[in-house]
C-alpha cells in the first residue's frame, strides 16, 4: 500500500519567514495530493490540494509544489503569521470519488508537522 | 452550518467497559470514515463507509466495530476496550464526486 513520509516533524519559525514542509510517497498510483491543517482542539480541514497533472498551486500565501518523478511534495507558506501555527497533515491518494475510502481510492496521510511561529 | 459532529469529544474509561463514539453529519455525504491520531503515526484509518449498510476494514481496525444504519450516522463502537486505544479519535464524510474531506473535533479517549 502506499506509505506517506513527511518532514519535518516540528519546524519553528520568526513571523514573517517562510515555512516548507516535505512529504514523499511511494505509491506511483497516488494523483491526488491534499494538505490538510488541524487547529488546536479541532479536526484537519483541507487547506489547499494538488493533482499529478500540476507541478504547482498558489492560493495567496501558500502554495504546494509536486515532482512526480521523484515521488516528492511540499507545502510552502510565505509571510507567516501566529495564526499559521498548527499541525499540517500531507496525504495521497489515488483520487476517484471515492477518497475517503479504502482500496484503490485510499488517502493516506502524513505524520504531521507542528508548525510555530514566533512573534 | 455544514458540520460533522462527534460525541463525546473527552471520555475516560476503564479496560473492558463497552462504549460508542457518535459520529453525525448534515451534508448528505455518501463516505464516512473513522480515523485515530497518535503522536508520531499521524492520522489512520479504522473502518469506513461507502454508504448505508456498506462498510469496511481500514488499515487499524483490531479492536473496532461499526455501524451504518442511517446515511447521517456512522458511530464507532469498542466492545472491550484496552488502554492501548486511548487516542484522538476522527469521523470524516466525503460526498460523492468530491475530494475533500470534512472532519469532525474530535474524540480524545483514555482508557485506564
Known amino acids: 500500500g502506499e506509505n506517506v513520509e513527511q518532514h519535518p516533524s516540528t519546524l519553528s519559525v520568526q513571523e514573517g519567514d517562510s515555512a516548507v514542509i516535505k512529504c514523499t510517497y511511494s505509491?506511483?498510483?497516488?494523483?491526488?495530493f491534499p494538505w490538510y491543517k488541524q487547529e488546536l482542539g479541532k479536526g484537519p480541514q483541507l487547506i489547499i490540494d494538488?493533482?499529478?497533472?500540476?507541478g504547482e498551486k498558489k492560493d495567496q500565501r501558500i502554495a504546494v509544489t509536486l515532482n512526480k518523478t521523484a515521488k516528492h511534495f511540499s507545502l510552502h507558506i510565505t509571510e507567516t503569521q501566529p495564526e499559521d501555527s498548527a499541525v499540517y497533515f500531507c496525504?495521497?491518494?489515488?483520487?476517484?470519488?471515492?477518497?475517503?475510502?479504502?482500496?484503490?481510492?485510499?488517502?493516506?496521510f502524513g505524520t504531521g508537522t507542528q508548525l510555530k511561529v514566533e512573534l | 452550518e455544514a458540520q460533522v459532529t462527534q460525541n463525546p469529544r473527552y471520555l475516560i474509561t476503564v479496560t473492558g467497559k463497552k462504549l460508542t463514539v457518535t459520529c453525525s453529519q448534515n451534508?448528505?455525504?455518501?463516505?464516512m470514515s473513522w480515523y485515530r491520531q497518535d503522536p508520531g503515526l499521524g492520522l489512520r484509518q479504522i473502518y469506513y463507509?461507502?454508504?448505508?449498510?456498506?462498510?469496511d476494514k481500514g488499515d487499524v481496525p483490531e479492536g473496532y466495530k461499526v455501524s451504518r444504519k442511517e446515511k447521517r450516522n456512522f458511530p464507532l463502537i469498542l466492545e472491550s476496550p484496552s488502554p492501548n486505544q486511548t487516542s484522538l479519535y476522527f469521523c470524516?464524510?466525503?460526498?460523492?464526486?468530491?475530494?475533500?474531506?470534512?472532519f469532525g473535533q474530535g474524540t480524545r479517549l483514555t482508557v485506564v
Open positions: 496525504a495521497a491518494s489515488p483520487g476517484g470519488t471515492s477518497i475517503l475510502t479504502g482500496g484503490g481510492n485510499k488517502l493516506t
Open positions: 505509491d506511483s498510483a497516488s494523483n491526488y
Open positions: 494538488i493533482r499529478s497533472n500540476v
Open positions: 451534508m448528505n455525504h455518501e463516505y
Open positions: 463507509s461507502m454508504n448505508v449498510e456498506v462498510t
Open positions: 470524516a464524510s466525503m460526498g460523492r464526486g468530491r475530494t475533500e474531506a470534512f
